[in-house]
């Protein structure tokens, strides 16, 4: 796709195309037809539904547009999740509910979807507007006349929400909508009154969205000079890419970046993926004491890290127990630098900085030659009898020899995050996982948009766990209708073990379903979708490999495990999130 002012050197898969309004042309435009237009405009091509009375109309409006496809989820929360992971794959997406029982029941998904920067249209169908300012009591309401309710909630896990009851105004709102989506990177609301989705307006002139602000060209100067002589004066200099390099448009930059500094460079946990892992000076992801093989050491002894766009929680600080200092540290956000000693520098964007920071950075290796000095090949897991149990190591090993160039991985909360991480990414292929907000279940529906985003372009392969498949399972009937073909990997065993690793108890076990035959119920005889178990690593083997051939339909593998079969990084990681959990109270606590 070509790039543009939308785009922010967004990754291939992620740029925007703007397309031109007269691409449709309505008979009539009305509210609906005028929010399907631009929809279009900023490359929407699938949008997730749930009808309900009060958005019907609107719905019968923006299908005029047959450019776009519907798509009809099980129910609000999916939709959200699939709009989520469209999102993560075309850089904008749209979920359309109905008001109150539908847009409540999507609040977690919208709200995972603003944790991790992601543009997001959430369209719900609205009250008549002659019961806007009244005091009826409505359906699908709580019984009080308060009509604001679901408007105050996603006020506050959006960057924009408005209420369109009134057809004047009606086009700047929606515009002014769309603006914030793509110049904030989240979400944003719009509710629209269900008696004028349809109500006539004039033909929209096309989207002239010009994109974010440009640094300041007095503060990027000082910003890079500062960061030269803070550069000059470090021994052992190294890179530690962020999660925010995606909204910040900065992917390209730190590449950039990395080739002139010459030093070591991780990502944190939440960063995979964006750097490229077939890097002469990639060292891995820095993950405190479950990093990458010989990335902590590195990093933690170095004079000067230089974080780009990072999230320290207490998940990516393992606890709060990384041994990194704000004394030692350079943090670039998307829009300022803070400087080890406290001096910060408004008004520069992440990208301009780190190209500007590039052509006059001195080359400076010593990090990653101490890297290199003691590094060491992770010994592959040696294979098993055929009879053998399978273990988690081998589903690990075994999925990484699928990935390549043409494939993505998507890793749901849980032990999954960790086999993830421990896998080495062939340049080009994807990698997505929700950290920040964390909410088990997200990947079933995110793996739904996600494929569907991505089906002419990458394969998906999802790794889950059984507790979070069991949340939103009712999309795999979905991905069936609409004949999505991602490889879904189900990993059984009988429980959340993520939150067993923090804290057990019986509340952690699930009951045991027949997976292979609830996918065979989802397909009612309809679609391309194949099911199987696997007991053993030969099995396994057997099943990716017939996987990898079944391109028409959904591939679904259940991989039977023993309860208490997890990562060694989970143990590590479940153990120092617990203690951070349980820390005694106090007044006052630093944080980074």
């Not at 005091?135 to 709580?142: D, Q, S």
């Not at 396994?540 to 309860?563: N, P, R």
Request: hydrophobic content about 40%; aromatic content about 8%.
């Amino acid at each position: 796709m070509p790039k543009h002012a939308l785009s922010d050197e967004l990754p291939a898969s992620r740029k925007i195309k703007i397309s031109n309004v007269v691409d449709f042309t309505p008979s009539k435009w009305t509210i609906g037809t005028y929010l399907a237009a631009r929809m279009y405009e900023v490359g929407m091509r699938d949008y997730f539904v749930v009808p309900g009375d009060y958005n019907l109309t609107l719905l019968d409006e923006i299908l005029k547009n047959d450019k776009m496809r519907m798509v009809s989820c099980c129910n609000e929360l999916n939709a959200g999740y699939a709009a989520d992971g469209y999102s993560r794959a075309k850089g904008a997406s749209c979920v359309i509910v109905t008001y109150t029982v539908g847009g409540l029941s999507l609040v977690n998904a919208v709200a995972g979807a603003y944790s991790d920067n992601l543009p997001m249209l959430v369209v719900s169908g609205g009250i008549n507007s002659n019961d806007v300012g009244s005091n009826r009591v409505l359906h699908h309401t709580t019984g009080l006349a308060k009509k604001s309710q679901q408007f105050e909630i996603f006020e506050k896990i959006t960057s924009h929400a408005a209420v369109i009851s009134n057809v004047t105004g009606a086009k700047h709102m929606i515009d002014r909508a769309f603006a914030h989506m793509l110049s904030d990177k989240r979400p944003v609301y719009l509710e629209i009154s269900c008696n004028i989705a349809n109500a006539p307006v004039h033909e929209p002139c096309p989207f002239n969205y010009i994109g974010n602000t440009v640094s300041s060209p007095q503060a990027l100067d000082l910003a890079v000079k500062a960061a030269v002589k803070c550069w000059d004066a470090a021994v052992k200099p190294v890179i530690v890419g962020g999660v925010g390099l995606r909204a910040s448009g900065a992917i390209e930059a730190i590449e950039k970046l990395a080739d002139a500094a010459e030093c070591a460079v991780a990502v944190m946990p939440n960063a995979k993926g964006m750097f490229p892992e077939d890097h002469k000076n990639f060292i891995g992801t820095y993950w405190g004491s479950v990093s990458s093989p010989g990335c902590c050491n590195i990093v933690e002894s170095s004079d000067l890290y230089i974080f780009t766009g990072p999230i320290f929680n207490d998940y990516t600080t393992v606890g709060y127990s990384t041994l990194i200092k704000k004394d030692k540290m350079m943090v670039v956000r998307s829009d300022r630098v803070t400087f080890p000693d406290g001096s910060q520098y408004g008004y520069v964007k992440m990208a301009d900085f780190l190209r500007a920071f590039a052509k006059v950075v001195k080359a400076n290796s010593f990090s990653i030659d101490a890297y290199r000095r003691f590094q060491e090949d992770v010994p592959e897991p040696k294979a098993t009898e055929e009879t053998g149990v399978l273990l988690v190591k081998q589903v690990q090993h075994h999925v990484q020899s699928i990935l390549s160039p043409t494939t993505c991985l998507l890793c749901e909360t849980g032990d999954a995050w960790f086999q993830g991480q421990r896998m080495k990414l062939p340049r080009g292929c994807g990698y997505e996982f929700q950290m920040q907000y964390g909410s088990i279940g997200w990947s079933v529906g995110a793996l739904l948009g996600y494929s569907m985003a991505l089906k002419d372009e990458k394969r998906v392969i999802a790794l889950i766990g059984d507790g979070s498949f069991q949340m939103t399972a009712q999309e795999v009937s979905t991905m069936i209708r609409y004949d999505c073909n991602p490889i879904l990997i189900l990993l059984n065993n009988r429980g959340y073990t993520i939150e067993v690793e923090i804290h057990d108890g019986p509340y952690n076990i699930t009951k045991n379903w027949d997976y292979v035959k609830l996918v065979e119920t989802f397909s009612a005889g309809e679609g391309h979708a194949k099911a199987v178990r696997v007991d053993t690593e030969h099995e396994l083997s057997t099943a990716l490999k017939e996987a990898v051939q079944h391109t028409d339909g959904l591939y679904f593998i259940e991989c039977t495990l023993d309860k208490d079969d997890c990562t060694a990084e989970l143990l590590e990681w479940g153990a120092r999130v617990a203690s951070a959990n349980g820390r005694p109270h106090k007044e006052y606590e630093e944080v980074l």
